[in-house]
């Protein structure tokens, strides 16, 4: 007989209608997007230099951004797709927090739950910290002991985050687990 038809996913136990068009969101959107990138900067900086990790500007660069992307998730986005090849790890970072919290919407989360996902999404790879800059950059292929190396950020991420008080079991597992394989 004829496979069995499979039912459409639940919808999400709650809704988020855009409130703005991505052309009204944009312009927001872009100055925030800015900020953030410029906060990560500062943050990670000051996480290599002084070896303490800014958690209240992290929270404070994920409020602007969830609220944009509650807006219309369409602008911010859109901006991750802008690369600057010398901010990549910045942008990576920003770009990480924007499409988490983008999902977290799409999934229906209530606002904490987004602001959350957003924040541990943004929190990643702050074990790239205690990377030598030079492996970080490397062009060429790694050695198995320089992937190793790189490999073990994820450590060194949870490492500094579970230091950090504030930090929820809910982030500390995500950038524990951020590089899990499917198969676990």
């Known amino acids: 007989g004829a496979a069995p038809r499979r039912k459409a996913p639940p919808a999400p136990a709650r809704g988020y209608q855009r409130s703005r068009s991505v052309e009204e969101e944009v312009a927001v959107a872009a100055q925030v997007h800015a900020e953030a990138i410029?906060?990560?900067?500062?943050?990670?900086?000051?996480?290599?230099?002084?070896?303490?990790?800014?958690?209240d500007l992290a929270r404070e660069t994920i409020a602007p951004m969830m609220e944009s992307v509650l807006r219309n998730p369409d602008?911010?986005?859109?901006?991750?797709?802008?690369?600057?090849?010398?901010?990549?790890?910045?942008?990576?970072?920003v770009a990480c927090s924007i499409w988490g919290l983008a999902f977290a919407r799409h999934l229906g989360l209530d606002r904490a739950a987004i602001y959350e996902v957003g924040l541990g999404c943004l929190l990643f790879d702050v074990g790239n910290t205690r990377i030598p800059a030079e492996l970080l950059a490397k062009a060429k292929t790694l050695l198995p002991g320089e992937r190793d190396q790189i490999r073990a950020h994820v450590e060194h991420g949870h490492e500094i985050l579970?230091?950090?008080?504030?930090?929820?079991?809910?982030?500390?597992e995500m950038v524990r687990c951020h590089h899990e394989r499917f198969d676990g």
């Open 75 to 93: 602008a911010l986005v859109w901006l991750t797709r802008i690369k600057d090849h010398d901010a990549y790890g910045y942008q990576h970072a």
């Open 38 to 55: 410029h906060a990560v900067r500062a943050m990670m900086v000051r996480l290599q230099d002084e070896g303490r990790l800014d958690i």
């Open 162 to 172: 579970a230091s950090v008080p504030g930090v929820t079991e809910r982030v500390l």
